[in-house]
């Protein structure tokens, strides 16, 4: 759920980047209104014009394996923690390592991947993410041990942030405004839909008894089967986003007006089945500055050109430098009052909730599996599965695996069908209130829910501590994870409208990274705390979700931000 709903949230970031508050587009192009129709058109009036249909619902259709590859990605491990115990010698220390890699890399990949974008092209970059992260999810696939395993996880996350974060942006830009909000809530179903196939893919491919030596040297068992599926949906992104088109915004704003309107008479011509030269729109015009630079600010425009407006002069590249230094320079207000002081806020609040709903959530497989396996074991003492027994049971199972490898890992391992079902109930409930939180947050507000739903998860993640069986815990997480997915929506639901406009995608985009920091961070150190006691994780989780709802109530209301 916190994957999905840190794509869900990245839909919402996209929509509100793409118009301004006023629900205008926030495009930077010069304005054509009131000119005649073979004047020089701005981007929105020319993607208008190229239509919706048959390549919109292409895009539709590549958003659905590039979404999975991206929730794929990050959440595999947690369902491989219980079958794979055996297999590479676990401790409960490298369980939570599992969890965490893939989130080293996305945070030290977060920079690189935006400035390949905004240079290379967003096409380019998916293309070449979506193959690199299959190559990881492969190598994953085929590894022997721990080392190799947390090795290709984290590669994996290093790759597939790139093409995550670009798609929506990519998205967006094929569309026009009357589309763009549509779309993404389409495709944040998209990605709510794609944390239920995880359990299900792992229900019909980890009871298989699939173990044997591939080229003489390689152990291959069930839980690589389930890693080598999760490769296709980063390989099918890959082969289809290749044929796809470059995003003309992205043209438009290199000065490569022509290849921009050769890619939106593309589109017109599916769309509509008309010849491309029938598209209405005949030249673009040279993108400028939507406002002035401030004083000792560098702004980088398309030089103009004497005689054709609408056709860019060649002009030489920015190097690296030259872009870091212009980069820094628009980054300057953010260092000062008063964005400096509410940027900090958020960034702490959203490592706070993204450390204590995907630690619960990444770990919510491993304990139902430990559950079902102790019931199973003690059926016929009656034994509770209270929440601290399980622990226990998890921690000392977990020991003797080590201890008595030999004995205890002579019979294949098996998960209980309980496990399965449990977690695809929680995935569903989280599911269910994506589709209600648009609502909720219309009737009591977007700063009201996040407080009231941080309050909400503070307390059901230290309310099952006394989880006293299966169905209780069940019940307290399903509701932790779905509340506190939906707290993440209105968090970054905030920061898109309390920040200026041109700084709201990076602060969105350090945002997520703070919040990824985050996951990290819990997913290492809860396993620390259950091998001290059965309270500390549970403290943990529930403290900085009650820090987060504190926080939030210093938190501007967006209705009336003043940083718009």
């Known amino acids: 759920m916190s994957e999905k709903n840190n794509e869900s949230d990245n839909c919402e970031k996209a929509i509100d980047i793409e118009t301004d508050t006023d629900g205008n587009s926030s495009s930077t192009a010069v304005a054509t209104i009131g000119s005649p129709e073979d004047a020089p058109a701005d981007f929105d009036k020319a993607i208008v014009a190229s239509g919706f249909g048959r390549f919109n619902l292409i895009l539709l259709f590549v958003a659905v ?26 401790t409960l220390t490298d369980k939570g390592v599992l969890n965490a890699c893939a989130y080293a890399g996305m945070i030290i990949s977060a920079i690189p991947w935006g400035y390949l974008s ?51 942006t990519y998205l967006t830009e094929m569309h026009g405004p009357k589309h763009r909000s549509y779309v993404l809530m389409v495709v944040g179903m998209i990605t709510s839909a794609s944390t239920l196939l995880l359990p299900m893919l792992a229900w019909g491919i980890f009871p298989r008894p699939w173990d044997f030596v591939l080229f003489g040297g390689l152990d291959i068992h069930s839980w690589q089967f389930f890693l080598l599926v999760c490769a296709f949906p980063s390989l ?41 030269d029938t598209y209405p729109i005949k030249s673009l015009v040279l993108e400028v500055p939507s406002r002035d630079a401030h004083e000792n600010e560098v702004v980088y425009t398309i030089e103009e050109k004497t005689g054709d407006k609408t056709e860019p002069v060649k002009r030489q590249p920015r190097t690296l430098l030259e872009s870091l230094r212009a980069g820094m320079l628009q980054m300057k207000p953010m260092f000062h009052k008063p964005l400096l002081g509410l940027a900090l806020h958020c960034y702490t609040m959203q490592f706070c909730i993204f450390l204590g709903m995907n630690t619960i959530r990444l770990w919510l497989p491993q304990l139902f599996a430990s559950m079902a396996e102790y019931e199973a074991q003690y059926a016929d003492e009656g034994g509770s599965a209270t929440m601290c027994t399980i622990l226990e049971y998890s921690v000392n199972k977990t ?30 409930c989280g599911l269910v209130g994506y589709f209600f939180a648009g609502a909720i947050n219309k009737l009591i507000g977007a700063k009201r829910l996040l407080t009231y739903g941080l309050l909400v998860s503070g307390v059901l993640g230290f309310a099952l501590y006394w989880s006293i069986n299966s169905l209780t815990t069940i019940i307290i997480s399903s509701a932790f994870v779905t509340v506190s997915g939906v707290a993440v929506s209105s968090l970054l639901g905030a920061v898109v409208a309390l920040f200026p406009t041109q700084l709201r995608s990076l602060i969105v985009a350090i945002a997520m990274m703070f919040g990824r920091l985050g996951a990290l961070s819990g997913n290492l150190l809860f396993p620390v705390f259950i091998q001290i006691g059965c309270v500390p994780p549970f403290v943990m989780v529930a403290s900085v979700m009650l820090l987060a709802a504190v926080l939030s109530i210093f938190v501007p209301n967006p209705k009336k931000a003043a940083f718009t």
């Open 399 to 428: 020991t003797e695996t080590l201890t008595n490898h030999e004995n205890v890992c002579a019979v294949p391992k098996t998960v209980s069908m309980d496990m399965y079902i449990n977690n695809i109930i929680v995935s569903f």
């Open 118 to 168: 905004d240079t290379k092209g967003r096409r380019k970059v998916l293309v070449c993410g979506y193959f690199l992260t299959c190559i990881c999810v492969l190598g994953s696939a085929l590894s022997q041990n721990f080392i190799m395993l947390v090795t290709f996880k984290f590669l994996g996350g290093l790759m597939v942030n790139g093409p995550a974060a670009v798609l929506f």
């Open 236 to 276: 099918i992104s890959g082969l289809v986003l290749y044929s796809m088109p470059e995003s003309p915004r992205f043209l438009m704003s290199q000065g490569r007006n022509k290849e921009a309107l050769e890619m939106l008479q593309r589109i017109y011509h599916i769309n509509t089945g008309k010849p491309k």
């Open 65 to 90: 394996p590039a979404t999975c590859a991206n929730m794929f990605e990050s959440s595999t491990m947690s369902y491989i923690l219980p079958i794979a115990e055996c297999d590479l010698h676990l």
